[in-house]
Every structure is written in C-alpha cells, then in structure tokens.
C-alpha cells in the first residue's frame, strides 16, 4: 500500500508539470536514466495527470501554455516529491494544493533557490514554479545561460536567512525603490542595442538606472532580470511546498544508491535527504513484514451494492485479495457473497497474513481501535512493522486519530451496527492464506487462481511501493505487471480487477481480459506510459 491518501489528475488541475532532462543540476554522477525513474516514481504517488519531459525549458513553457496551465512546476531527474501519510481531518494541503493556493498571489514569475554567482545570481533547477499568466505577459523572457556577452542586469535589494546548517541563504530578490528600467530585457552592450526589448517599460525620467554591465554565469538570470523590471520579487518555493521535495545527495557513491543504506551515508548530507533514505530503507529492510491495518484507498472504484458490473450481477464465487484494510470486506459487501464464496488473502508479509487471520478468528467488528491496542500487544514492533500515517510509531500513536479513522470507515458502512453485521457474516466463509511476492514472484498466487463463474482481485498498488520504486527501474516493473495481467487472463479471463499499474495509474472495476487488450494497445502505439495520464475515465485509488 502506498503512504500517500490523494491523487491529482489533469482534470482537476491547472497546473503543468514538467522533467527538464537536460537541466544544468542535473550533475549527479550516476545514470540519469536511474534519477528520471525515481523523480516520477516519486511524483505518481499523488499526481496522475501528464508529465510534460524535455531537454528544453522553452519547449516545456510551450507545452504546458498550450494546455492552458497557469503555472508549470518542473523538476529536474533526481529530484524526488517526498509527502507523508496525512489523515483527512488533520486537514492538512498536499503539494498540489499549496502549489494552487499560492498562485493566488499572481505576483511573481518564478519561485526558486538563489544563488549568487560572481557577478550576479542565478537559480537552482533542481525544482523551481513558473507562473505561465506572467511570462507570457512579461513577452516569454528568456530563462537565461551561461553568456560570454556583457550584458546591462538590474540590480536587486538581497534579503537573506541563517539556515539551520549555519550557512546563509538568499530567501528573496527585490526591485530596488525608484529604478530605471528602460533598457528592456537584459539589453547588451552591443551597436543598437537601445532598442527596447521588454515591455510595461516605464518612464525612468525620474528613475535611477540600477542596472550593470555583467557577463552571467549560472542559470535562469533571465527570469530575476525579467521579474526586476517588472517590479516583481524573486522568492524561494514557500516552505510548505519547499518541505514536501528534496534532491538526492549527489555524491560519488550515488553508482550504487539503491545498494546504499542509510547507515553508510556520508555525515554531510541534509537532514532531509537522510531522512528520505531512512525511510525508504526502512521500506526495503522491513517491508515484508509490513501491516497495514487501516484502508488508505478510496471505495469510490466500487460498484454500488447490488448494482455489481460483473456477468449477471451474480455474487462472487473466489475474491483474491491483499491482507490490507477494509477494502476487502467492502468488496465482498458491494460485488455481493453467498456461503459458498471463498476469501484468498496473498501477502508478501507473512506477518500481515497472520494478523488478517488472527482479526477473522477472534474480532468481533466493535471497537476496533480497542482490538489494535490488544494485537500490538501479541505482535510487537520488533516483530512486525506497522505501517502507521505520518511514520508514527505504535507506541505514539494518537488515539484519537484511530478513533476518527475508526468513526470514518463506519460512515462508510452505514453504521456500527451495519459493519458488525456484515463483517460476521463475512467471517464464516472459506478464508485460505498464501504468502505470495507478487512483483517478483507471483506463481504461487496464481496457482490458486481458477476461472470460476464470477471472481475478483484487488492487489492494490503491489506494483507499485516504495521499495519496488527503489530498487526496480520503471520498464522492469512495467514488464512484471504485463506478466501478472497476462498469466491472470489466461487462468482466469472473467475475472474483475482492482489495483495500480506499474506507475500507480487506477486499474479499476474492469474485466482483466478487457484491461489487456487496452495494455496491449498501448504497448502497440509505444507510449511513455509513465509520462502521460490514465487513459480511461479511471477513479482516484487514494482517500
């Protein structure tokens, strides 16, 4: 199961997002293949709309002007949008939500880290917001490269931070008061280079010319030049946007990242950076023995009670499921069951199979906050790995929180009463166990798959975790997955399927024969799956 609980799609957002492959910080020693699969691996947690890639900056403005975006949010390979488990009612903004609530400023061209050159100041790309209203208003500036010319720059008044590195940071670039910007867009010294290039160009008649002779070096001066002479700050990303992404350390072991524990690290990366390894070693040394007790995906792929899209709206004859959550009971409650139905739970963590059986042995779907309290008595943290909102540990959990998560999925069912009802009934049919890697090794649970009259899966997003991101590029899982959907519709062609793809795209409520015609189509037309939209009217997987 994947730690993020929202995803945004094309439709729901006016923002671009662009991978600027050929960005000068892209200088990491290490395969730049590597860094753009862990850049959009990353990204596909929450973001499922199209990914405009290219070598030029221009190109991705252009494109993403011609999506009529208002702002483009570009990353360059090996930047990685790291967000936490967040609960609904902390109420807390995903990056996409603070990327849109600033934009209602409208008075800015780029937010970016500043550097300052010899001469002047330039940006770090390694992630940086454009808002696409002002360059176009500002006549496309040019972003601004490394230049053997001299050339006239406006002057900015500094503004500066000490960090909590002990180093200071330049926070914003603003136009000095009462400056002259006459001379149009980063005007040379040249024969005839009077010529106003700019526009909004203003009356400098009582104005001082701020601007000096420079020969930049560094990237994007073109934009704080730009942003100057239109009277607009240059400022770093806000900080709540600026907290939810990181550049992974580029440093000579970078070869072997995905080999290299957090341990190992040199102690000069920041806190943020080892973190992020922490976190994600944690997933690859302890993930199987994972356990997720609380649902994290949305039911709103489901059909209706009642109302099932499977052959004749007869109930299930097998679901096969991962040992997550609820989702399994609420596809047993809405697709319907009978006491012939058999329950098949498949897990790469065997500890996650366990607590899925000792919950249907001995729970009897009251208060379970209460239940949790008493399993992670008998499971203990050494043991078992909890895979908790916000990487909170059993022994900080907030109660409170389980009882508002506790008090939601009941919304979902009706009641406490409804719940009860139905998980009692659920727990007297067929339950069989298999511990089963599904994304490298999957023949154990397909064994037990067979093509009964009406059947389900749900592997949730398998393909699609934070340790196989690590540690498989995007064409290895892409290929797992086609396997896994292939070898399904051969055992089982009538079977409907929930879950992720290999780039956390929704698989929802859709016959797996049919799912493969439409995978085989697009593998036909060789499309970068991982750089466009679901191309289905596909619902969100996460709540």
């Known amino acids: 199961m994947s730690i993020q609980q929202s995803i945004t799609t094309i439709e729901n957002s006016s923002i671009g997002y662009g991978l600027w492959s050929n960005s000068p910080a892209s200088n990491v020693k290490i395969n730049n293949l590597t860094l753009r699969d862990l850049s959009l691996s990353w990204l596909r947690f929450s973001y499922q709309g199209e990914v405009i890639e290219s070598n030029s900056i221009e190109s991705i403005l252009q494109q993403a002007m011609e999506k009529d975006c208002r702002a483009c949010f570009i990353q360059t390979p090996g930047n990685i949008i790291s967000e936490d488990w967040i609960l609904p009612h902390w109420k807390q903004d995903d990056l996409h939500a603070c990327v849109q609530e600033h934009l209602k400023k409208d008075d800015f061209l780029i937010c970016a880290d500043i550097i300052k050159t010899e001469q002047y100041f330039a940006l770090d790309t390694s992630c940086f917001l454009i808002n696409l ?111 939810k992404q990181l550049l992974l350390p580029a440093i000579e072991l970078c070869h072997s990242l995905r080999k290299t524990t957090a ?75 009978e006491s012939t139905t058999k329950v098949t739970f498949f ?76 998980w009692q009934l659920q727990q007297r049919l067929n339950h069989q166990f298999i511990h089963c890697d599904l994304i490298h090794d999957p023949e154990s649970i397909l064994a037990q798959i067979k093509d009964s009259s009406v059947s389900v899966i749900w592997w949730s997003n398998a393909f699609f975790t934070i340790s196989s991101n690590w540690l498989l590029s995007i064409e290895q899982r892409r290929q797992r997955f086609k396997y896994w959907i292939e070898e399904l519709a051969k055992r089982a062609p009538g079977c409907w399927i929930y879950g992720a793809d290999h780039n956390n795209r929704p698989v929802n409520n859709i016959n797996v024969s049919q799912y493969l015609n439409e995978l085989n189509l697009a593998c036909e037309n060789d499309e970068q799956d991982e750089l466009t939209a679901p191309g289905r009217n596909a619902l969100p997987l996460r709540f």
């Open 347 to 422: 897990d790469y963590s065997q500890q996650a199979l366990d607590i899925r059986k000792l919950i249907l042995d001995e729970w009897d779907g009251s208060d379970y906050p209460a239940f949790c309290q008493k399993l992670m008595r008998r499971f203990p943290t050494d043991e078992t790995f909890y895979q908790l909102w916000n990487g909170v540990r059993p022994e900080r959990i907030d109660w409170t929180d389980a009882e508002l998560l506790w008090a939601n999925e009941l919304r979902h069912w009706g009641g406490a009463e409804k719940f009860k009802q139905q």
């Open 263 to 337: 341990a190992s690290l040199p102690l000069d990366i920041e806190p943020v950076q080892k973190r992020f390894l922490n976190g994600v070693e944690a997933q690859i040394t302890r993930g199987r023995s994972g356990v997720f007790l609380w649902n994290i995906e949305s039911y709103d792929d489901l059909p209706n009670s009642n109302q099932s899209n499977t052959p004749a709206n007869d109930p299930l004859c097998d679901l096969y499921s991962v040992a997550a959550g609820f989702k399994p009971n609420m596809l047993l409650h809405r697709h319907g069951f």
């Open 133 to 243: 209203q002002q360059y176009k208003k500002m006549g496309y500036p040019k972003f601004g490269f490394a230049s053997q010319k001299k050339l006239h720059l406006i002057q900015p008044q500094v503004s500066s931070r000490e960090t909590d590195i002990s180093r200071r940071e330049i926070t914003q670039l603003k136009p000095l008061p009462n400056i002259s910007t006459n001379l149009g867009l980063a005007q040379s010294n040249d024969k005839g280079s009077n010529k106003n290039r700019g526009s909004n160009i203003v009356d400098s008649s009582k104005k001082v010319d701020s601007s000096k002779r420079i020969t930049p070096s560094g990237v994007g001066w073109g934009f704080i030049d730009a942003s100057l002479r239109h009277g607009l700050t240059v400022s770093q990303l806000p900080e709540n946007i600026s907290n």
